[in-house]
């Protein structure tokens, strides 16, 4: 299984919603990350966890709040989003936090906020 | 300041020629590169990656080509096909990165 799972594949939300994206690989790799991709610009690193343990925070602000409840999960908690975060959001995963690893991305979950 | 860049926002070829797709970088401790391929409305998909132990690196139709004096890596796809037709973004970190630095992306549209 090579694979980097993405729910849901589409989300739309109001203002003062709260939704959760969710993230699942089985590739036993340590490392996963969220990045935030807006049309026709390349994914911008949001967050990395590594073993379990949140190692990067890209000066993300708080409405957006990423969870890894075990090695395969990696969630992003969603609260008070403005419609400027519309955007896709890319889950990735990679061996370890370490130059050369490859990472593998997830399909992404197209949020839409209104 | 970008440290990766895609000069050339897009390309057009025609089906069986050669696409070369190039990509250059200004940061000295990047140490491995990658090409990542995305189609609309889907995540990135990894293509092919080079270290900068090496000069070249083939994979099918795919060759990645690194140029270190010149801080400057190429994708060259032969034959190229209609399903090629997608963004190409080259990726770079160095041995402290932790994740991946993008360019801008290449879009390849070959035609048949």
């Known amino acids: 299984d090579t694979e980097v799972t993405q729910t849901p594949k589409h989300l739309v939300m109001g203002m003062t919603n709260k939704k959760s994206l969710k993230c699942e690989q089985h590739m036993g790799h340590r490392a996963m990350y969220w990045y935030k991709q807006k049309a026709k610009k390349p994914p911008e690193l949001m967050f990395v966890?590594?073993?379990?343990?949140?190692?990067i925070n890209e000066s993300v602000p708080s409405r957006f709040s990423p969870e890894c409840p075990n090695s395969s999960l990696l969630n992003l908690h969603l609260h008070a989003l403005q419609p400027e975060d519309s955007a896709l959001y890319l889950c990735?995963?990679?061996?370890?936090?370490?130059?050369?690893?490859?990472?593998?991305f997830g399909p992404g979950t197209r949020l839409t906020v209104l | 300041d970008q440290q990766v860049k895609q000069n050339s926002p897009s390309l057009s070829v025609q089906e069986g020629r050669i696409s070369i797709l190039n990509c250059d970088y200004t940061?000295?401790?990047?140490?491995?590169f990658l090409w990542y391929k995305k189609y609309p409305a889907e995540g990135p998909t990894f293509l092919i990656s080079?270290?900068?132990?090496?000069d070249k690196n083939e994979d099918g139709r795919f060759t990645v080509f690194l140029n270190k004096s010149a801080k400057h890596l190429s994708l060259h796809i032969v034959p190229s096909q209609p399903g090629d037709s997608a963004v190409y973004f080259c990726?770079?970190?160095?041995?402290?990165?932790?994740?991946?630095?993008f360019g801008k992306g290449t879009t390849l549209s070959v035609s048949s």
């Open positions: 940061n000295s401790m990047f140490d491995y």
């Open positions: 990726a770079a970190s160095d041995q402290a990165g932790t994740a991946l630095i």
């Open positions: 990735a995963s990679s061996q370890d936090v370490d130059s050369g690893d490859t990472q593998y």
């Open positions: 966890y590594s073993y379990e343990k949140l190692s």
């Open positions: 080079i270290s900068s132990i090496k």
